[in-house]
């Protein structure tokens, strides 16, 4: 169960929640303990019973704030029964409508892959295993389409998605969103076995 779903205290509840805004907003290093407690209104104790340490906390958060590739897969295949082109171009439409979002300040895992540079910490390992499973998600639906080499597809996807997700910071998020979208059917349609 997700750290945002399990059932905490109102002060753990109050924790959650400024924990989960500070790394959003400020990024997980830049959000101290002190900053939390103080935010929050409890107490630092409180804080280390009700989630251990700072690195546990960032990791239940980093795993609360990843949409479950499965979940993507499902809504894409109600909206989509029986057609795969139309599957995949939903997925990429409902993360373009994501990074369009007001007040979006990019993927909470890569923001965390960022701050979390050594491969084999907790939170690096957790967000390079998401993100695995995130490029899975999309190389399976490429490989139900007429597509020559749907694994370069699917990576190729991924990176639209990451780049998107990073020039929203920098330029227009409507206008990242929309060009994310073009750009994957103009990709999508190249592979296409004609």
């Known amino acids: 169960m997700a750290e ?3 059932k905490h205290s109102p ?3 109050r924790v959650w929640e400024t924990a989960c805004d500070l790394f959003y907003r400020e990024g997980i290093r830049s959000a101290g303990v002190a900053e939390i407690a103080e935010r929050s209104g409890v107490g630092k104790p409180s804080i280390y019973r009700n989630f251990a340490s700072k690195d546990g906390l960032a990791l239940a958060y ?3 704030k990843a949409v479950p590739p499965r979940v993507w897969l499902e809504t894409a295949r109600a909206a989509c029964p029986d ?3 139309a ?3 939903h997925v990429i439409a409902g993360i373009a409508d994501q990074i369009g979002e007001p007040g979006y300040r990019g993927c909470p895992l890569v923001n965390a892959s960022v701050e979390f540079p050594d491969r084999a910490h ?3 390992v957790a967000v390079d295993d998401l993100k ?3 490029l899975e998600l999309l190389t399976d639906l490429v ?3 007429p597509v020559r080499d749907h694994r370069t597809l699917g990576y190729m996807l991924q990176m639209l998605v990451e780049g998107a997700s990073v020039t929203t910071q920098i330029y227009e998020a409507e206008k990242s969103a929309a060009a994310l979208t073009e750009a994957a059917d103009r990709l999508i349609d190249s592979f296409l076995d004609q």
Request: charged content about 20%; glycine content about 4%.
């Open 62 to 64: 980093v795993k609360a």
């Open 11 to 13: 002060a753990g509840q």
């Open 143 to 145: 490989a139900q389409l």
């Open 122 to 124: 907790p939170v690096r």
């Open 83 to 85: 057609d795969p082109l």
């Open 87 to 89: 599957q995949l171009r």
């Open 4 to 6: 945002d779903q399990q």
């Open 132 to 134: 695995a499973a995130y």
